[in-house]
């Protein structure tokens, strides 16, 4: 099965093209230029978009904008290819990518994701020695090693969610209006309707 993973939900977005489990290419960059990332992994494989099976997108928690992106490219991609979604949590990509480690994503506004939390970098639960990653680890540094944790260097890939393992976490795949947004805060925008 070869399938098109990406994902849009933090600074770096990351796309891969993954078949029967084997890497064939993969990409870090921005949200603005996935549509590019997707049609230099197809020209690197030397496949066209007919040879895609499904789709496996991040659907945050992260970036309102991010996710987005992410959710109507792969809903676009879906409708005009007529191939499947399945959903994956961008938090999940990042602990698939570091095993143990406390997945902790930036949040802006001085607080972080983590699994089914948004809040304070502070006021996180960290055990003394547990490996943080994710753009929250690297923007709280200070904050989390004075709580014991252990975060690799700035450039380390494991703060990366790698949309392979998107692909490897995938699951019930369906149709693309089925695949929701994770978000664990209300977005601005629906803020002022309350």
Do not use: N, W
């Not at 099965?1 to 921005?30: C, H, Q, Y």
């Amino acid at each position: 099965m070869v399938i098109l993973a990406f994902d849009t939900a933090t600074d770096v977005a990351t796309s891969a093209l993954v078949a029967d489990g084997e890497v064939l290419g993969e990409r870090g960059s921005r949200a603005a230029t996935l549509l590019e990332d997707v049609d230099a992994l197809l020209r690197q494989a030397g496949m066209q978009t007919r040879a895609i099976d499904a789709l496996a997108v991040g659907i945050g928690p992260g970036s309102f904008t991010g996710v987005r992106i992410g959710l109507s490219t792969a809903r676009g991609l879906a409708l005009a290819l007529g191939m499947p979604v399945a959903g994956v949590s961008t938090l999940d990509a990042l602990a698939a990518g570091a095993p143990g480690a406390l997945p902790v994503i930036d949040a802006r506004r001085r607080e972080v994701f983590a699994p089914g939390l948004v809040l304070a970098p502070a006021e996180l639960d960290v055990e003394p020695g547990r490996l943080c990653v994710g753009s929250g680890a690297v923007r709280y540094r200070d904050v989390l090693e004075g709580k014991g944790a252990e975060i690799p260097p700035d450039g380390d890939e494991r703060h990366l969610p790698r949309a392979r393992f998107h692909a490897q976490l995938a699951r019930d795949f369906g149709p693309a209006e089925a695949v929701e947004p994770l978000y664990l805060r209300l977005p601005d925008a629906d803020k002022t309707r309350l």
